[in-house]
């Protein structure tokens, strides 16, 4: 077992786990965020986001407030719906590309802070900052194809 291991996993796998526990800290961030964005709109527990009726009777100030928390709230579920797939790809892919992976994570967690100070930045454009940020979705592509690749390089060996 533990020669099996020895051929599976290449010595610079290191990086790749370190491109892993990037995407944690990116996650924590987004929540310490959406909990400020929060407290500023005065949106109180349990709701998800400021409603439509509320952003449109608010004063300007609130109604700023409101679309930057909704948009940093929708910023933290889009992590979060993209984040399982971002590990998987990342172990996987790392396994036959250690360096290039951790490459890829890297911009991958770089870009989802972009993509989420973007978003919060223009809320009352619809959100359209988080374009600046979308370098993740190519690095998160790239490390699908990856892993699919890896996966069946290691499953025909």
Do not use: C, D
């Amino acid at each position: 077992m533990v020669e099996l291991i020895k051929n599976l996993i290449p010595a610079e796998y290191g990086y790749v786990l370190g491109a892993v526990v990037s995407t944690f800290f990116v996650g924590a961030w987004h929540g310490g965020r959406v909990g400020a964005f929060r407290k500023a709109a005065k949106v109180p527990y349990p709701f998800e986001y400021a409603s439509y009726e509320q952003v449109q009777t608010a004063s300007p100030a609130s109604k700023k407030a409101m679309l930057a928390f909704n948009s940093a709230q929708r910023a933290h579920q889009n992590f979060g719906e993209n984040h399982p797939t971002v590990l998987g790809t990342l172990l996987i892919s790392g396994l036959r590309w250690p360096v290039a992976t951790a490459v890829l994570g890297a911009v991958w967690s770089v870009n989802r802070v972009v993509y989420a100070i973007g978003y919060t930045r223009s809320g009352e454009e619809g959100g359209k900052g988080r374009y600046y940020g979308a370098l993740w979705m190519i690095a998160h592509y790239a490390l699908i194809v990856m892993s699919g690749i890896s996966a069946y390089k290691i499953s025909m060996a």
